[in-house]
């Protein structure tokens, strides 16, 4: 088994899971086989002296598929 590991960055006004969960449930749309997220970072954008949004920098893990090219 081969598997790749990508940088991602989800940001959500709601929360640090939120964030995560958007960055997965984006990714796998278009990768297959996710097998593990990694927390990288959490920053947070301030506005008026409140949290306004927060970013979670992941690392994601997916297996490499093996197909054959027609």
Known sequence: MVEKTIDLTGTSV???EDAVNLAVSRASVTIEGIQR????????????????SWHVK???????????HE
């Open 37 to 52: 997220v990694e927390i990288a970072g959490v920053s947070a954008t301030v506005e008026n002296g409140s949290v306004a």
């Open 14 to 16: 709601n929360s640090i």
């Open 58 to 68: 992941v690392r994601l893990t997916f297996t490499i598929q093996d197909r054959l």
